[in-house]
């Protein structure tokens, strides 16, 4: 059953330059017990897609559209019952565990923190289960009592988790939840959040720049640039067979281990994502596009099925069968 | 970039008139700032044309016209003192002596303080500690216990007054300055002016001093007011100078004669309202100024 | 030095310690549980003993000073003393012997020294006193005005400095910074003329000036409501004046605070706007300020002054002021070394309490 929908979603700030859409019109959904992965560089609006569902948005960004949370949607209803929805319905991995944890508060009790928020126990038993928390996701419970400093890169992110976890929330969302961690640690992490996807049966939204991570723990995937989606299908599918020109440079750029192939293969990109208050016309990934026909110049692709209903891509060279990699 | 041949100098000029109307801008957009400039033009032209509305001899006590405390009439708008002088011209010349002791140990204070700063800041070492914990010291001590203690040995005149209360101001500018130095020195031209063999003294003049002194000028401007607040704090407990009137001298006096119990709110309002708006449209300038020349919000902007 | 464990300090007993590079010690190898925990009192003793020296350098340099002040630019005292009154060449070396002044300079210094040290600061010249006992006496006067007026002040300054940092540009905001600058801008002294014209000359409902009236009676309960009817108008002066300046320093450290990432978890977590402010970032904010609170001891001492003064309470300020025109040369003298020091104690506590209210210096000591 779905779990999370966004309907043509839409957020758009309104700043000193004018108004900047940074996602516009996005349409995705996430089941129960499955991951979906949204991958994209930065300020592709993968990080504004996840703070719109718990509108975290500062107040100058106006949002449109639905966000659907168990078929209720969180866009239109009060403060009253966001608060309640929030951190027991979806709950966040922030990226950035150093700022986003409270610097003078002790992780124990910022763990324990959205449990009593949300009144579900006594301050003692709170307490109790943030030290079972912090030993589910691998801390000794006497950590509780150490203050975010204290702790190291990949101990910071297991809290956040721990935290993420507090209330049972039926989603989670992971914004680049592994990036800051070495490679060792952040393997500990990625299998510890499908340990947990695979055990409860939460609906995961698992947001990174870095598509061969997706491809390795994600059921979807969705490639995001300039706002939109465009590319989306089985996440190893996305990787090892793009159809879009975007997502194959983007996994491009991770070289496979194990795989000697990809490391003669040119990775990266050229050029910069497009400026969101001065977006191209026509395609916006046209101007660093290798395979860009005429048509891309003055008609913005739509995502439409390609292979199948489960591959989706928004480019007209893919819909019409040809390679995207040249 | 040099399609028009123009001097160095002309270059620099014109850059340094481009970033003043960009900083004039930047302040105009702030009402506070631009209400504290009109009232603070006000009171400075009031306070320059005072020997044209009121006559001199008003002040003295002997050729004084009113009866003791009078209330406001129209001869004597403002009422008058114990002695029977106009109040209001007795404000009215008190805003020179306020402004002009305000103004000069600001600047001397500026003076010592940049001083100190940029050189500490630029030389640094031992030099540089013992100057910065010197500073320290003195923004620790209770200013107004240092300055009555010097005014009480040193004797009172506007002389001592300036001086002490210069004394104990200069020690924040200090800091401030030295804090910037270091940020500007830190930076890559410097870097390359010292590859290329500039001196010290051409460091500090030509790259130092002109990335520091917005700062300075946006808290001198702050420093204004606590000086004025200072004086008059001084003159009222008896300290300033006999010979001149200031608004707190003439607060002293309505204290002495016991203007409060005689109920002559007339003699106790124009002064220290006096004060009030000075120092406000000081610190709402200042603010402004700020608001301006923060190295935070300049950051942001480049 | 492994005795100065703070009590706030967590429990390392159990957990390995956090990775080296992780916490801000490059090079520092990666220490076992209890190698960590003298390493952090250590760092405790170091801090400690860095800011005590500090504090007692300054504290010295205010001795030096005030010798200098008071004994090489003022003039003879016996001058002052007998107050141009005729005396003989032989009572005037007998004064001189028994003030000490027929001393070489060094002995007079090394004296002066010994003396404030060991609290015998000589007799006041006015009241023929010890001084150590004009303050004893005095001081309680000086503490309850000052205190009082302190606390309030803080606390009305932090409530709304947070509140308008929090909404930063709304009209609550605008209207309360306006109204504390203008307070702010008031000379003390004329706003307590204000209040005293006002409230006690023409309203009447508090007395003009003192600490107690001679006709309450001598039980307790009497004598402090009597106190505390005195002590409003002064309090509120002097709150109304000081108030303005933590109100700013709040209010900007919260405007500091607020693009914290932390707030965003927080207003994730389904906390109301409020407790977001209360429970996030104020404690954030009020780190910084501390060391400002305690630096601003120096406005407070000011600010007694001239409270003081204008109601003749009769504490420490007043004894200050009434000492210049006398001028009672040994109790300025003394007062000005008792105010010097205790605003450099007090930046010492604040640095000492920094140290247990930031766990985030601790690492960098």
């Not at chain 3, 006015?126 to 002040?153: H, N």
């Not at chain 3, 501390?290 to 406005?299: E, I, N």
Request: with cysteine; net charge neutral; proline share 6%.
């Amino acid at each position: 059953m779905t779990l999370l929908e966004f309907e043509d979603l839409r957020v758009t700030y309104t700043g000193s330059r004018g108004r900047i859409p940074a996602v516009r019109g996005v349409d995705l959904a996430v089941d129960a017990g499955e991951i979906l992965g949204i991958a994209g560089e930065s300020g592709c609006g993968k990080s504004t897609l996840a703070m719109a569902v718990l509108r975290l948005l500062p107040r100058s960004a106006e949002v449109t559209g639905r966000i659907l949370l168990d078929g209720e949607d969180l866009l239109t209803m009060g403060w009253g019952r966001l608060r309640a929805v929030r951190w027991t319905g979806a709950s966040i991995v922030f990226q950035g565990a150093m700022h986003s944890l409270n610097a003078v508060h002790r992780v124990g009790r910022q763990v324990a923190e959205p449990i009593l928020v949300h009144g579900e126990a006594s301050p003692a038993k709170a307490a109790a289960r943030a030290e079972e928390l912090l030993e589910r996701v691998g801390l000794p419970p006497s950590r509780a009592r150490s203050y975010p400093h204290e702790l190291s890169g990949g101990q910071r992110q297991r809290v956040m988790i721990a935290m993420a976890l507090a209330c049972d929330p039926d989603l989670i969302i992971a914004d680049e939840a592994t990036t800051a961690l070495d490679v060792m640690v952040q393997a500990q992490v990625l299998e510890l959040l499908t340990g947990l996807v695979a055990e409860r049966g939460v609906g995961m939204v698992m947001i990174s720049h870095d598509l061969s991570v997706l491809s390795a723990v994600c059921g979807t995937a969705a490639v995001m640039y300039a706002g939109r989606i465009v590319e989306r299908g089985p996440a190893h599918e996305v990787f090892a067979q793009a159809r879009h020109p975007y997502s194959a440079a983007l996994g491009a750029a991770f070289p496979v281990i194990g795989d000697p192939a990809s490391r003669g293969r040119p990775g990266g990109l050229a050029g910069d994502p497009p400026d969101p208050a001065r977006l191209p016309e026509g395609c916006s990934f046209r101007p660093r596009c290798a395979v860009a026909v005429e048509r891309c110049g003055s008609e913005s692709p739509e995502l439409v099925a390609v292979q199948g209903a489960e591959r989706s891509s928004a480019c007209f060279v893919a819909q019409e069968g040809g390679p995207v990699v040249l | 970039m040099t399609a028009v041949p123009t001097s160095p100098r002309a270059l620099r000029r014109a850059r340094t008139r481009q970033s003043l109307a960009r900083s004039w801008a930047a302040y105009r957009s702030q009402r506070a700032g631009m209400v504290g400039l009109v009232l603070l033009s006000a009171i400075v032209v009031l306070a320059v044309a005072a020997p044209l509305l009121v006559d001199q001899s008003q002040l003295s006590v002997t050729q004084a016209t009113g009866g003791r405390m009078e209330p406001p009439s129209a001869e004597f708008p403002l009422g008058t003192d114990e002695v029977g002088r106009s109040i209001l011209a007795l404000t009215l010349w008190g805003s020179r002596l306020s402004l002009i002791i305000g103004l000069t140990a600001t600047l001397a204070a500026i003076l010592v303080g940049t001083a100190v700063g940029v050189t500490a800041g630029h030389v640094g070492g031992w030099y540089g500690w013992v100057a910065l914990r010197v500073s320290d010291w003195f923004m620790v001590l209770p200013s107004l216990v240092v300055a009555i203690a010097l005014l009480a040995v040193l004797g009172r005149s506007m002389g001592t007054t300036i001086l002490v209360i210069a004394l104990v101001s200069w020690s924040g500018t200090t800091r401030l300055v030295r804090a910037q130095t270091l940020t500007v020195q830190a930076r890559p031209y410097l870097e390359r002016a010292r590859a290329l063999g500039a001196g010290h003294w051409h460091q500090m003049t030509r790259h130092v001093l002109p990335n520091v002194l917005p700062l300075v000028l946006a808290s001198a401007t702050l420093l204004v007011p606590s000086a004025i607040l200072m004086e008059s704090s001084l003159a009222w407990l008896g300290l300033g100078d006999p010979n001149v009137v200031s608004w707190g001298s003439i607060l002293n006096r309505a204290s002495d004669n016991g203007a409060v119990s005689a109920h002559a709110w007339w003699y106790l309002l124009p002064p220290g309202l006096a004060i009030l708006l000075v120092v406000l449209a000081f610190m709402m300038c200042g603010r402004a100024l700020e608001a301006v020349f923060n190295p935070r919000l300049r950051g942001e902007g480049a | 030095m492994t005795d100065g464990t703070p009590p706030s300090e967590p429990d390392r007993a159990s957990g390995p310690a956090g990775d080296a590079a992780d916490r801000g010690a490059p090079g520092a190898p990666a220490a076992p549980a209890a190698g960590a925990r003298t390493r952090v009192s250590g760092g405790f003793g170091r801090y400690l003993l860095k800011h005590v020296a500090g504090a007692a350098v300054s504290l010295l340099l205010v001795l030096f000073s005030s010798f200098f002040i008071f004994r090489l630019i003022a003039g003879d005292p016996i001058d002052q003393l007998t107050r141009e009154r005729p005396v003989s060449p032989e009572q005037r070396a007998a004064m001189r012997a028994e003030l000490g002044l027929d001393q070489p300079m060094w002995k007079q210094f090394w004296d002066y020294i010994t003396g404030t040290l060991t609290m015998d600061l000589g007799d006041s010249f006015q009241y023929r006193r010890p001084i150590f006992d004009l303050i004893v006496e005095r001081l309680p006067a000086t503490l309850l005005l000052s205190g009082t007026g302190m606390v309030l002040a803080v606390l009305l300054g932090f409530w709304i400095g947070a509140r308008a940092g929090w909404r930063q540009g709304s009209r609550f905001d605008r209207g309360q910074v306006a109204t504390g600058l203008l307070l702010y801008s008031a000379p003390t002294f004329w706003l307590g003329m204000i209040v005293i014209l006002v409230f006690a000359r023409y309203l009447g409902l508090f007395p003009v000036n003192g600490m107690r009236s001679p006709s309450t009676p001598p039980d307790f309960w009497s004598q402090a409501v009597d106190i505390g009817h005195h002590l409003v108008l002064p309090v509120l002066t002097y709150t109304a004046v000081v108030y303005a300046g933590y109100l700013m320093i709040m209010r900007s450290s919260v405007l500091d605070e607020l693009g914290g990432d932390y707030l965003t978890t927080a207003r994730a977590k389904g906390l109301r706007d409020d407790e977001v402010r209360r429970r996030h970032a104020v404690p954030n904010a009020l780190l910084p300020t501390v060391t400002l609170v305690f630096l601003a001891l120096g406005s407070v001492v000011n600010g007694s002054i001239v409270t003081e003064t204008v109601f003749s309470w009769p504490g420490l300020g007043s004894l200050f002021v009434q000492s210049i025109f006398y001028p009672d040369r040994p109790v300025l003298q003394a007062l000005f070394v008792l105010f010097s020091a205790s605003t450099i104690l007090a930046v010492l506590c604040a640095e000492i309490l920094y140290w247990f209210i930031d766990p985030r210096i601790r690492r960098t000591g």
